[in-house]
């Protein structure tokens, strides 16, 4: 374009005269745009400036969204929210999360940009999250009838105390159905008028009774608590029998029933937990599409600048390995000795990442496309479409392995007796894997295709499943996580790209976030349901070979689907984007992917 403008202002133009100055110019505009890092010798690296924010931005979403997730569930189960409750959300969030990225797929393709959709959802994030902090925690409520015991203190024989769970305090306790336990001896020294004896004059009275216990100061042991008993009442009388020796190992239980009190708590919780599920539910919507639109920006960005979506990913990678394990120490230096596990100090840490997160988008320099334009129309052709089916179909099979073996592998290897430093090794050594195929990925998407991935990502699910169906030593499974290079670094970049390419003009936004829905919420229920089923059925082994039957059925009938297809039909995609650079393809041509040198 440069040679064009100087040719039309000077008339005449020597292209013999201006090659070597034009070569000077480019090669003084490629260092301008690139910096290198000497590691050894010849060794060294060559970083594109313009995606040093892309790379930052990726190194520290990824790397702080992949422990918000598994932190803020533990921390609602430490404010009071029971398994079940949070399963509920589980079931109701993936729809949720799946209609909120179509919305937010189809509003930055309306206006031709993805950037402010991130900025929105990265701010609605942190206020959330915030909110989330803000809620008290809610104590668990118990209606039913608590036990409480009194006896003699075990040092202080002439003190009487009780013992019941820590919810019931209150300072007169009502209790009812007592019964006596005591040496058989004492009936025998009952010549005093005393509780014990009063019930053991008539045999009828030794269970059955009520009390009204006056307390006066307690102490906590784990999850009891001990009252200092002033005295009990019964009958408008008055009783304690600690004083008397021979009385002391009496011990009298009861039941106290949580009554008004009991109703105002738990309505005051049902609001609390309302609220918080509803937060919580919105928080899942706006992470994931900050996951998706993550996607979209890279891509757009990749495109843009011709580099690698792969190498890109690496950085993501990096930043899970690397963040991670900052926020879990994090947690680990605040928490009191002998207290619970302080999560805040991750929520904070995880704002703070935030904030940086959105220096860094504001730095980057996304294009703005042509604001798209009769989505309904393309939505159906794209519908009508075979290969956009098959795709679909594909991606959400692969994302119910994926959700099975998310959810329930370190339950079944928790079943096998694995040591947690396995458990902590898994998820790292799986990260590693993936890093050098990252870098490559560029290579294996030419010569491999993105379709053959995909099939390629079925196969690992089969090979992985049916090993760990066969695994006995737990430390074998170091070995099968390799297969996580085609289920899920190889894949994912296959995915993208060929969401890319057969997006219509002006879906692209759209196309990727519904993908990765499909993929990680709407695979995540059925793998989630069909998992967990399976193994409370029968166990592990067979989940794990029913996940290795479902995709070797799925690998088959999607090759056989490729072969029918490329012999007997020609390959035609919804129509092409329409672009103003020369060098640009349309979007909707399968285009070949080249190595790309830019880092």
Known sequence: SQESETSSSAGVYSITAEKPSTEIQNNKSEKDLNFTIRLYKDFSICIYKPLIPLKLMLFFWFGAGAFLGPFITVYFK????????????????PVAQFLGTLLSGVVADKIGRSKPVLVFNLILTMLILISILL?????????????????????QFDRLITKTSCDVVEDIIEVNSCNVQCPENVTEHCNGQNLICDIFAGKEERRNFSLSIHVNGSSQVKDRCYYNVSYMSRENETYSWCDVPHKMYCRVSCYVNSGVKCSEEVSDRDLLMMVSMVLYILLMVVYSNCYRFMDVTSMSLVKEHNSDFGRERFFSIAGVLIITPIAGYIVKVTTPKGGERNYNSAFYFYFAILLLILLIVTKLDVRINTPGKKLGKKTLTLLKNPDVVSFALVVFTLGTAWSYTKNFLFWYLEEMKASSILMGLIPAVSALY???????????????????IFILGLVGYVINSIGYSILYDPWLSLILESTNVLTYHLLWVAVVLHSHEIAPEGMTATVISIAGSIHYHLGKTTGGL????????????????????????????????????????SVKYPEPKDTTEDDAKPNGEIQTLEIIDKF
């Not at 082994?541 to 072969?563: D, E, G, H, K, Q």
Request: hydrophobic share 45%; charged share 15%.
């Open 78 to 93: 430490q404010q009071g929210i029971s398994l079940g409750e949070i399963s509920i959300v589980f079931i109701i969030s």
């Open 135 to 155: 809620i008290p925690k809610m104590d668990v409520v118990n209606c039913d009838s608590q036990p409480i015991n009194l006896k003699c203190h075990p040092k």
């Open 434 to 452: 993936g890093l050098p195929f990252l870098l490559t990925s560029s290579w294996w998407v030419r010569k491999i295709g993105a379709t053959q």
């Open 530 to 569: 069909i998992g967990g089923f399976i193994m409370d059925t029968f166990n592990g082994r067979v989940a794990f070979r029913v996940v290795a039957i479902i995709c070797t059925c799925c690998a088959v009938i999607y090759s056989i689907y490729l072969i029918i297809r490329r012999k007997c039909f």
